[in-house]
């Protein structure tokens, strides 16, 4: 059975990818992430949409301290865009 989430890409200092996967995996069932591309530190995040709200005030904080910049993918070329 496949299980939905909302998935958005962030652009992060390369340092903190680690640092965020485990704030991520602290916060057990929120988010997951995935590193898409680490030359440029893309990270795919996939949100359980029950925890929305929840994930949208840990990322703010989160942004501020590390930096992330959300970027806008386009699933259908693959390429990505700045929001």
Known sequence: MERDTIQETYRIDR???S???FLLES???IAVSRTIDDR???VELMI???F???FQELIKDASDEMGMTPV???HFTGES???
């Open 52 to 54: 929305y709200s929840t």
């Open 27 to 29: 916060y057990e069932g």
């Open 72 to 74: 806008l993918t386009s």
């Open 19 to 21: 640092y965020l996967k």
């Open 15 to 17: 340092k903190d990818i």
């Open 81 to 83: 865009h700045d929001a």
């Open 40 to 42: 440029i530190a893309l």
């Open 48 to 50: 359980a949409p029950g």
